[in-house]
């Protein structure tokens, strides 16, 4: 983590004692988040990261920011602050009141925190586990983004336990879900799939893009039900995140799967441009303005 942090309007140091134990939003997870990746000062895809967490936020009954350049500025400030230009940005919007553990004196509905640290060096490839009833698809609050990470940590730390770098989780059906912090995808010829909605997994910035933005010619992206026998059979296997962006599977604990990279390659050269053009253009709408 860099020095300093954003608390509400401030930029404060990290080591500073901001924070109240009377706040339930920290003490319960009760909270949204979300995870942006920082190149040349530009918050990349920072629309989208707002409408999911504003979306979650009502599901999740935490009070949000009414104006996203409220939030947009105030991030802005501190990526300034700590020099992060090309980083990672954490941002968490934590419900203050509610309960009967509510501490007192609290006058703010909620509280905003960030703060960014340096690009994390993921490799060049993942080695994957499976968790199966890992995610419950037919929760009212499957697939929100929710400061309740505590199970997603507890796998994730074992994974790394067992040499893993993550772990593929099913849902109550048995099929794929997703991973602790990405999406998956696998190929099968000239069409990408990945799981729906319905599988219980989260609707990831990388992943919508995929689906909705970036297009490479004689392939088509969609989603559709998957069941570990089609990792097996698939051509190739990659997972997708803000951070890591685009990393190729090579094994799956259990599983006999390939290990093909060539439709993953094509996909990452058109991300990295559509990267490249995006950031641009939020470049020229901030000398405008």
């Not at 009833?133 to 990470?149: I, Y």
């Not at 336990?161 to 995808?185: M, P």
Request: glycine share 8%; with cysteine; proline share 3%.
């Amino acid at each position: 983590m860099h020095r300093y942090l954003l608390h509400n309007d401030d930029i404060r140091d990290t080591g500073a004692q901001d924070l109240s134990a009377g706040q339930v939003g920290l003490l319960n997870g009760w909270g949204v988040f979300s995870t942006i990746r920082v190149y040349d000062g530009v918050m990349f895809a920072w629309e989208r990261h707002w409408a999911r967490m504003h979306a979650d936020a009502g599901r999740m009954r935490v009070p949000f920011p009414q104006e996203r350049n409220w939030l947009e500025q105030r991030l802005h400030r501190l990526i300034e602050a700590n020099q992060a230009f090309n980083s990672t940005l954490r941002v968490a919007v934590i419900r203050n009141r509610g309960g009967m553990f509510e501490g007192p004196g609290l006058v703010r509905e909620f509280d905003v925190i960030a703060f960014t640290a340096d690009v994390n060096r993921w490799g060049d490839s993942v080695k994957l586990g499976l968790i199966p009833n890992a995610r419950h698809a037919a929760s009212e609050f499957a697939g929100t983004k929710n400061l309740s990470w505590s199970e997603n940590l507890t796998w994730y730390e074992r994974a790394h336990e067992q040499g893993l770098d993550e772990v593929v989780l099913l849902n109550e059906r048995g099929e794929v879900s997703e991973c602790t912090s990405a999406n998956i995808f696998i190929v099968e010829g000239e069409q990408v799939w990945t799981p729906p909605l319905a599988s219980g997994c989260l609707p990831g910035v990388t992943r919508a893009l995929l689906l909705e933005e970036i297009r490479v010619p004689g392939l088509r992206v969609g989603e559709k039900t998957l069941l570990p026998a089609d990792l097996e059979t698939a051509g190739e296997i990659f997972i997708t995140s803000s951070t890591r962006e685009i990393l190729p599977v090579v094994s799956i604990a259990g599983l006999s799967i390939r290990t093909g990279r060539e439709v993953r390659e094509q996909l990452r050269r058109a991300f990295a441009a559509y990267v490249e053009s995006y950031v641009a253009r939020r470049k020229r709408a901030d000398m405008i303005v």
